[in-house]
């Protein structure tokens, strides 16, 4: 059974940081894209950053660039996401992804199989 699970949100104040960790388990994930994704009130979900299971090759879409770090430890089957100096704009539910697309960088939803089920941040 395959299970992705994100845990770190919460609320925090304005220039402080979280991180945003997603536990993986139920298959292996070798030659796998993952990624985070955040959706913000009244707006759609969005692609924030991607990992290449293979190499850990990121790439950051434009809104996580400069402030996120997405990083991936196989030994402990997780993924992480640091974000430094939040900011309001930074509130939404924070989702993680891991898919097979072979298209890098993967920044649509429907190029992912597998989700969490997402973790709040409430930046004020």
């Known amino acids: 059974h395959v299970q992705l699970v994100e845990s770190g949100g919460g609320s925090v104040q304005a220039g402080g940081s979280l991180r945003l960790a997603c536990a993986l388990s139920g298959r292996t994930y070798s030659r796998h894209c993952m990624g985070w994704f955040r959706q913000s009130p009244g707006q759609e979900r969005e692609g924030l950053a991607v990992?290449?299971?293979?190499?850990?090759?990121?790439h950051y879409f434009d809104s996580a660039k400069g402030r996120f770090t997405i990083s991936r430890d196989n030994a402990q089957s997780a993924m992480y996401l640091q974000i430094l100096a939040l900011t309001p704009d930074d509130t939404g539910v924070y989702f993680c992804a891991a898919g097979t697309t072979r298209q890098w960088p993967a920044r649509y939803e429907y190029q992912y199989k597998y989700w969490g089920q997402g973790t709040q941040v409430t930046v004020s």
């Open positions: 990992i290449w299971t293979d190499d850990d090759s990121t």
